[in-house]
C-alpha cells in the first residue's frame, strides 16, 4: 500500500546550518504531498506542498521538490533557527486521506 | 490559528470511563478528520466524516464512536478507556473533496491521560 517513510531524528542542528530531513514515499498513483510541522504542544500545521511532479512548495525559508523519478519530497531550509525546533511530518494524499510518516524531530540549538 | 477548535485541552479520567471530545471545523470545511497521536504508535488516522456522513474508517477501535453533526461539528466518543488511550486526539478539517490539493487544518488537539 502508499506510505511515507522519513529519516530517524532526531536532527541536531546549530543555528544558521542548513537543514535537509529526507522524506521518500511509496505510491500506486501521482499523490499530493505535504510538509507539516508540529511545535511543542500545538497541533500540526501546514508548511508547504506540491501537487505534481517537479513543483516544488515553499514557506517560511524551507522548500521541497515533488521528485517523481526518486520518489522523494526531501525538506531543506538554507539556514535553520532555534525557533524551528520542531517534529516535522512528511504525508501523501489522493483525495481526502493523509499518509503520514512517523516525524522527524529537529532540535537546533544556538 | 489554523481555524479549528477542540475542546476540552486536557481531560485526566481513569479506566473503564467513557469521555467525549469535541471538534467544531473552520468555516466551510464540510470534512472532519480525527487522529491520535502517542509516543509508541505516532500519528494514526482513526475516521472521517463528510457533511454528516462516515467517509472512511482507519484504526479506529470498537469502544470508540464519532458523528458529525448538522451544524458541522463532530464529537469523538471513548469508551471503556484502558491506560493505553492516553494520547493526544486531533481533529482536522478540509473543504471536502479537496485534502488532497489544499492540505488539512489541524485544531490544537485534546490530551487524554487515563489513570
Known amino acids: 500500500g502508499d506510505s511515507v517513510t522519513q529519516m530517524e531524528g532526531p536532527v541536531t542542528l546549530s543555528e544558521e546550518a542548513f537543514l535537509t530531513i529526507n522524506c521518500t514515499y511509496t505510491a500506486t498513483g501521482y499523490p499530493s504531498l505535504f510538509w507539516y510541522v508540529q511545535y511543542p504542544g500545538e497541533g500540526l500545521q501546514l508548511l508547504l506542498k506540491?501537487?505534481?511532479?517537479?513543483d516544488k512548495g515553499s514557506n517560511k525559508g524551507f522548500e521541497a521538490t515533488y521528485r517523481k523519478e526518486t520518489t522523494s519530497f526531501h525538506l531543506e531550509k538554507g539556514s535553520v533557527q532555534v525557533s524551528d525546533s520542531a517534529v516535522y511530518f512528511c504525508?501523501?494524499?489522493?483525495?481526502?486521506?493523509?499518509?503520514f510518516g512517523t516525524g522527524t524531530r529537529l532540535q537546533v540549538f544556538p | 490559528d489554523s481555524g479549528v477548535t477542540q475542546t476540552p485541552k486536557h481531560l485526566i479520567t481513569a479506566t473503564g470511563q467513557r469521555v467525549t471530545l469535541r471538534c467544531s471545523p473552520r468555516?466551510?470545511?464540510?470534512?472532519v478528520y480525527w487522529y491520535q497521536q502517542s509516543l509508541d504508535q505516532g500519528l494514526q488516522f482513526l475516521i472521517q466524516y463528510y457533511n454528516g456522513e462516515e467517509r472512511a474508517k482507519g484504526n479506529i477501535l470498537e469502544r470508540f464512536s464519532a458523528q458529525q453533526f448538522p451544524d458541522l461539528h463532530s464529537e469523538l466518543n471513548l469508551s471503556s478507556l484502558e491506560l493505553g488511550d492516553s494520547a493526544l486526539y486531533f481533529c482536522?478539517?478540509?473543504?471536502?473533496?479537496?485534502?488532497?490539493?489544499?492540505?488539512?487544518?489541524f485544531g490544537p488537539g485534546t490530551r487524554l491521560t487515563v489513570l
Open positions: 468555516s466551510g470545511d464540510l470534512s
Open positions: 504525508a501523501l494524499s489522493y483525495t481526502d486521506k493523509l499518509i
Open positions: 482536522a478539517s478540509s473543504v471536502g473533496g479537496l485534502a488532497g490539493v489544499k492540505g488539512q487544518f
Open positions: 506540491a501537487t505534481k511532479a517537479d
